[in-house]
Nanobody, 127 residues
Framework: QLQLVESGGGLVQPGGSLRLSCAASGFTLDYYSIAWFRQAPGKEREGVSCLSVSGGSKIIADSVKGRFTISRDSAKNTAYLQMNSLKPEDTAVYYC????????????????????WGQGTRVTVSS
């Protein structure tokens, strides 16, 4: 079965950190660009970050720049989103997605056709 499974969400205090994982099964993640999206209650889904196939280029939303880092581990067939200095406005359900487009570093990165989506993991930032 071809799927992405996210994990690592939870409740964290403002200023804290979480690392989200996105494990692929049934296909090799190295051949895909990987993105993280999030959707806060009552808001539209927004792109957070995307890492191109080669790993040499990426894009990150201004709202999380300097705090979030996207990466992948080929050996584990898994992508990650390291989130530091979390703020209450980061509260959302986070989704990972994979696209066959080799480069997702451009301004249209989050409008590409994504072939696989995870089920989402909830992140709540609250004291």
């Amino acid at each position: 079965q071809l799927q992405l499974v996210e994990s690592g969400g939870g409740l964290v205090q403002p200023g804290g950190s979480l690392r989200l994982s996105c494990a692929a099964s049934g296909f090799t993640l190295d051949y895909y660009s990987i993105a993280w999206f999030r959707q806060a209650p009552g808001k539209e889904r927004e792109g957070v970050s995307c890492l191109s196939v080669s790993g040499g280029s990426k894009i990150i939303a201004d709202s999380v720049k300097g705090r979030f880092t996207i990466s992948r581990d080929s050996a584990k067939n898994t992508a990650y989103l390291q989130m530091n200095s979390l703020k209450p406005e980061d509260t959302a359900v986070y989704y990972c997605a994979a696209t066959t487009y080799s480069d997702c570093s451009g301004r249209l990165a989050f409008n590409l056709k994504y072939d696989y989506w995870g089920q989402g993991t909830r992140v709540t930032v609250s004291s």
